[in-house]
């Protein structure tokens, strides 16, 4: 992702090597997989209508 020394998420200037290849810090890296983990689930979801071809 790569970062301008700051989170893209709160600002916060970044001091870890690590935080700054990715652009966030380590709680709201976190919180953007957790996010992104999230919005994956709900993507792959089908109803049983779906499922059962109707």
């Keep these: 992702m790569g970062s301008n020394g700051a989170c893209a998420t709160c600002g916060r200037k970044l001091i870890d090597k690590k935080s700054m290849e990715r652009g966030f810090g380590p ?3 976190e919180k953007y997989l957790k996010a992104k983990q999230q ?3 709900e993507r792959n979801q089908i ?3 779906e499922a059962l071809g109707e």
């Design 39 to 41: 919005e994956d689930f």
């Design 47 to 49: 109803t049983v209508y």
């Design 27 to 29: 709680v709201c890296y």
